[in-house]
DNA sequence: CTTGACCTTGCCGCAACGTCAGGGTTTCTA
DNA sequence: TAGAAACCCTGACGTTGCGGCAAGGTCAAG
């Protein structure tokens, strides 16, 4: 046979022969004296054992060390692993087409959320604030909600969400009063009053760390940091203002357990 | 925020985050003094919406589209695709799961096939070909068998098997007058006479295409060649006594349909 | 004689990053 | 205040299992 032939007998490109001969699976053959390879049964039977394996999952390491020991003994191993490994795909698969799926229905059913698919948590959130007049800082906190909602984990966004529910009846108050800090320094005098408004309507539990999808359970980055990130591109002094208030929050929540 | 927190934040390395900006997926943010990058949560926000869509399993160009297209004209499109594909993978992967729960089975249960595993329908014929002397003949033959029950589609096994049932009773006849021929030429008078006993026990059926898995059912390759190619490395005058009788099978059919 | 279907070697490409290498910056700590 | 740890930068190569192309050589048929 030349290398067309087995190939087609066992099914597979030529080129996927020459590569397993080029990494060491299959011994390369006789040459015809022509150059052409000249492939005999054995090797057929080699080959088809080989495509077996890989349709089965197995890469081509791991193939070699099924073909390498004559016993079997490491083949009931890599294969237990291999077993194990598909589980897991499968089920990486499956949870993966559950959330398709939810998005695939959310999308046809009508509204296509353009900026970015929102926690039903989140939506519930903001569909109670209604309607608020026009103003920068509640644009920029949206965004922030918006990241908050695509990086905490689902376990923790109810929670993190009902905390936020109690502060968004004060939205009103609150936001004009950063909004009026756009343009101010640092250390003006209003940054104090408006910390003291804010903190006044957010509850204890927001002075502590939040979990992120990067903190991956055990070195955790604490909250402040993430906190310190979320707030950093706001004007000095309402930056000022709610750093303010969390260190408010975090007094009020040291006194009072 | 720098490369290594918004990473941490939305997870992601920041070798990813980097990756996305080569491609073109998220913008090359402002950049402090001394060269860092400087991220906002904007940038924070679409990442998030990046690393959810290509978890989702998209590829980066996918996630390119959706983002490109501020309607969702696009966005239920590739989902759908997505959808179709992850189920189909899904199915693939519970498929290679079963057969490789048949072969754990196997393994565990004591034989492990070291010469890879036989179909069963091939065991049940070599158990009932029994005991037979030694042959070098016969080892080929197994050797071949072993190839047509990796390289047949599992639909034609047992058919071709069934076939192969009456020919098997007749082996202690054919093996020796086959291994007769090893050192003879082509032109040997006992290549007829071997030919005739071997045809004799075959049946018609066999002389037909034989299907693998190669031949994807359209372009047939016509199973005279894989006859051929399995029957090449024989010594000449056994291949001759072969083809002849192949041959003779075929007539045979063609004569009494 | 040409055409078309094979074969040969060799090298680039892919998808989504991981992982150095080689150098600069910032920050924590002794 | 110095040194070390922990960041950051760019650039380039490695990973998997081949697919595809280039630039030839070989072979059977029309």
Known sequence: M????????????????????????????????????????????????????????????????????????????????????????????????????????????????????????????????????????AAKDREILALLDAVVPEAERSRLMGLMEGAAEHAREVYPLLDALSGAEADDPRVAEAAGVLAACLPDELGVEIPTAGSGGAAGVPGASLADALFADLAPAQSAAVHLAMRLVRERREQRP
């Open 2 to 137: 030349r290398i067309g032939e087995i190939a087609a007998l066992v099914g597979v490109t030529p080129r996927a022969v020459r590569h397993y001969h080029q990494s060491g699976l299959l011994p390369e053959p006789a040459r015809r004296a022509n150059g052409y390879r000249e492939y005999g049964v054995r090797d057929a039977v080699l080959l088809a054992r080989i495509r077996r394996l890989t349709e089965l999952g197995l890469g081509l390491d791991e193939v070699r060390v099924v073909l390498a020991d004559d016993e079997g003994r490491g083949l009931v191993e890599v294969m237990e692993e291999l077993s194990q490994d598909l589980a897991r795909q499968e089920a990486e698969i499956r949870d993966r087409r559950e959330r398709l799926a939810t998005l695939l229905d959310e999308a046809r059913a009508g509204r296509l959320p353009a900026d970015g698919p929102l926690s039903p948590e989140l939506s519930a959130l903001l569909a109670g604030l209604g309607e608020l007049p026009e103003s920068p800082m």
